[in-house]
């Protein structure tokens, strides 16, 4: 499984591609920043956002985007940014057909450390370990996106098997209702 | 000048085009709203605003597009959706280089009730009157779409004002020193 990870933001929107499945290691696929300057108009970096987004899109063609869910308590001063940027990252993949999973920080911190109250050195400590790398990748937000696209690789199965069973059950009413 | 004021949501994106210039008669040029179902997901709904604000584009070429300021504090539940339809539509129109306007609400109650704190029914028959309408646009979401393109109208001429001031500013600071 092919996974872009976004940790989005309108100043850093850090970028990841992780590709393996759960229980073997991972492999880091690509890592970056897209950047939009903080002076320019709003729908000009919502646009540079689009472009960024759809450049990686092309270059890994992942299966899935993993993004970060957006909470309207946390930071209350940038949330709005971090919220319309995660909206052109979910626009984009959607737009091609790309399935998109949201996990929320706690959950992706979790996965990775062991703890959903882990710090960002910790984060990109573990990110470093589980995808063999030289160091940590900088800044903290490319780290995020690793992270994220982790997270999704070892959760997606547990994830599918609650759906498997959901549409089991949805099929086994549906049979009922036909041969009443 | 044609301004298209988008009034963002997920569930209801309010949409309208008016034409005119302040201090002359406005013109309704269309109203509507454009709706996701709840239900989807959020990629597909993002998707599917993305393809309503296209379509608007289209038919109406508006030379400016107006969209209302969220703000976090307020409605925190619906906040994360505003922000993020809010985002696609601006994403839409600086895409095809049209400036994007935003105004706060209470700027657009002020504009067309003379009062930042009137309620959506006041707003509703001042658009209804302003536009010299059968009857208010419904739901509120498209009568507030409204009132923004004529809030826009009737505060550019003030806001162009400033940007000339601004800008003669920064010419002649320029040319003083080219001459030093």
Redesign the interface.
């Known amino acids: 499984m092919r996974v872009l990870g976004v940790d989005p933001g309108l100043t850093r929107c850090g970028v990841g591609v992780v590709e393996g499945v759960a229980g073997r290691p991972l492999t880091m696929r690509g890592v970056g920043v897209v950047r939009t300057p903080a002076d320019a ?4 970096r ?2 540079a956002i ?1 472009q960024g987004i759809e450049q990686w899109l092309d270059e890994h063609r992942p299966e899935v985007v993993a993004v970060e869910r ?4 946390h930071n ?1 001063s940038t ?2 940014g971090t ?6 990252a ?2 984009c ?3 091609r057909g790309i399935p ?1 999973a ?1 996990h929320t920080p706690s959950e992706v911190k979790a996965a990775v450390t062991g703890s959903g109250r882990a710090d960002k050195a910790q984060v990109g400590a573990m990110v470093t370990r589980l995808l063999r790398l030289a160091a940590p990748p900088k800044p903290a937000d490319a780290a995020d996106a690793l992270a994220l696209a982790i997270c999704h690789i070892w959760r997606a199965p547990a994830q599918n098997r609650l759906q498997q069973a959901v549409q089991q059950q949805a099929a086994l009413h549906a049979s009922k209702g036909r041969t009443p």
């Open positions: 108009e709003l729908g000009h919502l646009v689009e957006v909470f309207s308590q209350v949330v709005m919220a319309q940027a995660s909206a052109v979910m626009l993949a959607s737009r998109v949201l």
